[in-house]
């Protein structure tokens, strides 16, 4: 009994899709991971369980002269406390430079980093998927960046129909507080 109260609640706190296929998502084929260097701001997001009260949100790509990027996010929690996490991302495959992969150290965890569209100045999609068959669910991890800390209105709305377009369910994407 136990266990399945535990289960629900965790499966409450996260983006949820009680379909257990993760959508066919087309990444950005010309995406130049140089270009992507530098800051970024988190505009929207869905509910992602790691970023749960969390706001000020941003993430810093750096070229670790190896092939791989150093990845640096960073958030103010809902108590007032500063979180970091350090990773290194790596293209899963360089036929598809827009798909992948992120390796972070404390706390351990890999995860997909799909950048679905971006044009390096204002804004970039990126989108990521879980799927776990034996539960007939999905996790779905959406973000919407920026340069600044802020998008228009049309630009957020555009991202938002290029994701659900390719399936993604962004009914639980909602603003992240930038006001830090």
Not at 38 to 59: M, P, Q, V
Not at 83 to 110: M, Q
Not at 169 to 177: A, G, Q, Y
Request: with cysteine; glycine share 4%; net charge negative.
């Amino acid at each position: 009994m136990f266990l399945s109260i535990a289960i629900v609640v965790c499966l409450s706190l996260v983006s949820k899709s009680f379909t257990s296929e993760c959508p066919k998502i087309v990444t950005q084929k010309d995406f130049n991971a140089t270009r992507y260097l530098g800051l970024w701001y988190e505009i929207e997001r869905n509910n992602i369980i790691f970023e749960i009260a969390s706001k000020c949100e941003n993430a810093t790509y750096t070229d670790n002269h190896n092939g791989t990027v150093g990845v640096y996010n960073q958030a103010i929690t809902a108590y007032g406390g500063y979180y970091t996490i350090h990773g290194v991302a790596v293209a899963k495959d360089p036929s598809e430079p827009g798909a992948l992969e992120v390796i972070f150290s404390n706390p351990p965890r890999i995860g997909d980093y799909n950048v679905i569209t971006t044009n390096y100045d204002e804004y970039a999609l990126v989108y990521a998927c879980q799927s776990i068959p034996i539960l007939s669910y999905k996790l779905e991890f959406i973000w919407l960046l920026s340069r600044t800390k802020s998008l228009s209105p049309s630009r957020i709305n555009e991202l938002k129909k290029i994701i659900q377009d390719m399936g993604a369910d962004v009914n639980s994407v909602k603003p992240t507080t930038q006001d830090c």
